[in-house]
């Protein structure tokens, strides 16, 4: 809704603050005279009986007339207090104006004034509205660019390194980029469709990237073929241009472009003008801090953020590449992984290979060995094997002196003994055994125990059986001596 008109009617009432319509009516203007003690809102919200003459702060909500007489307009500060230095006086007189609407505004001539300029603070501190401090005065109208406004922020964006030459031109459609990469092949025939369709020209892209709010980036470039062969890119801000063009502009909207730019580096005096001039409404002292406080000034150009739009804009746009990011890191993260695997599989081959190598080249040498034995059975021993016989000999002399490498061999193995004998011993100290090889352990000598303890029985056994039979054989004597007796 929007407020209707402070103060339509007049009274003699006392100075009161009210929401309903006065009693006693008069024929005064807005705000009335100055005897005018009453501060009302009307009659009602929102009819302020063609009185009404705010902008509305974003969402419809507006201040009604703030009196009748308005002898002249004001432009609105569209351009903020300190972009154009050739416009000094206007400036000044505009600072002058949100001064006066912020700290002492005339309008009224009584306390009320102080109220509207609270009011007036608040508006330029939320960066919408308009401040009325004066009936002979167009109001001052509020906007985010305003240096009193405080939803604003410097942040810092990447500047493209890419050079003219490469001819790459952004295209934002809005459309997702699973439909994009699905009709790549349509929305190039419809590029070159609306560059004329020479023969002579070819679209390329460059990539395709997600953005939020289901938009898609794309980056295209285009080639020209002249008729002695050669090609070259055209460059980025004459392909620019020419989709800037009102007819084609149309028609890129028809595909659903909703912004194209050339991605383009800055030149070194592109970025000092950019850097000594503040934006609008950004103040000069945070601006210099701005520029102090760049983690990369070679890479990085700060820039305003100004409304929570922009700055949901941005944390759209850091949300989307920190999903990217993960999304190749998981990528990268899997060819690694398999790489991995493939590494391990490729050793354990080659230690495999080597072995199988190893053998082979044993039985190489076998073979070797008993066809030179075989071929040279019955014949006497030749020169050159004598005189590598002789060398062998000196070889295995050599070795064989005491202090020559066998000496220092029997050194060697006799520190590797004493050295294994310790490392034995502090393994013993260490001595760990498996629980599982423990209990087969114990399962085995289990098994022991009770094939002892059965064999055992069965000697036992024996032992009676034989204890029976030679008691049985004493017993018989006596009984045959007697019959034979």
Not at 286 to 312: H, S
């Amino acid at each position: 809704g929007a407020f209707g008109g402070f103060g339509t009617t007049t009274t003699t009432a006392a100075p009161a603050f009210s929401f309903s319509a006065p009693t006693n009516t008069g024929t005064g203007g807005l705000f009335g005279a100055t005897q005018n003690k009453g501060f009302g809102f009307g009659t009602s919200f929102g009819s302020g009986a063609g009185t009404g003459l705010g902008s509305g702060l974003g969402t419809g909500l507006g201040f009604g007339g703030f009196g009748t007489q308005q002898q002249q307009q004001q432009s609105t500060l569209g351009s903020g207090l300190f972009s154009q230095p050739a416009q000094a006086p206007a400036q000044s007189n505009q600072l002058i104006n949100t001064a006066s609407a912020l700290s002492a505004p005339t309008l009224l001539g009584d306390e009320r004034d102080a109220i509207l300029a609270k009011w007036n603070q608040l508006q330029a501190f939320w960066g919408t509205g308009k401040g009325y401090f004066n009936n002979n005065i167009a109001p001052v109208e509020f906007t985010q660019e305003n240096p009193f406004c405080r939803f604003k922020a410097v942040g810092y964006s990447l500047m493209p390194n890419n050079k003219d030459e490469d001819g790459l031109v952004v295209l934002v459609f809005n459309r997702k980029e699973t439909d994009i990469r699905s009709q790549q092949q349509q929305l190039v025939e419809s590029l070159h469709k609306i560059l004329g369709g020479n023969q002579s020209l070819a679209v390329n892209v460059e990539g395709v990237k997600t953005m939020p709010d289901d938009q898609t980036e794309v980056i295209i470039y285009v080639v020209e073929r002249s008729p002695n062969g050669t090609s070259r890119r055209v460059p980025a801000t004459t392909l620019y241009a020419h989709f800037e063009q009102a007819n084609i502009k149309s028609s890129l909207q028809q595909l659903g472009v909703s912004l194209s730019m050339a991605r383009t580096e800055l030149s070194p005096a592109q970025v000092k003008q950019l850097l000594q001039n503040p934006p609008a409404g950004v103040d000069p002292i945070i601006w210099e801090q701005a520029k102090v406080d760049n983690p990369d000034p070679d890479k990085l150009i700060p820039v305003p953020m100004v409304g929570f739009k922009e700055l949901l804009r941005r944390l759209k746009v850091q949300d989307q590449m920190t999903k990217q990011h993960q999304t190749r890191l998981d990528i990268i993260s899997e060819d690694i992984s398999e790489l991995q695997k493939n590494q391990t599989t490729t050793m354990a081959k080659i230690a495999q290979y080597k072995r199988k190598l190893m053998a082979l080249s044993h039985r190489t040498l076998q073979v070797l060995i008993k066809q030179e034995i075989q071929r040279k059975s019955g014949y006497a021993i030749q020169a050159d094997e004598e005189q590598l016989r002789v060398q062998l000999d000196t070889i295995q002399c050599e070795l064989n002196a005491p202090t020559q490498f066998k000496g220092r061999l029997n050194e060697l193995m006799s520190q590797i003994r004493m050295q294994n004998h310790f490392g034995a011993v502090r393994a013993e100290e260490r001595y760990y055994m498996d629980a599982d090889l423990l209990r087969e352990i114990k399962q085995h000598l289990k098994q022991q125990q009770e094939g002892l303890s059965h064999l055992i029985s069965i000697i036992k056994d024996d032992l009676e059986d034989i204890k029976l039979i030679e008691h049985g054989l004493n017993e018989s004597i006596p009984i045959r001596a007697g019959v034979f007796s």
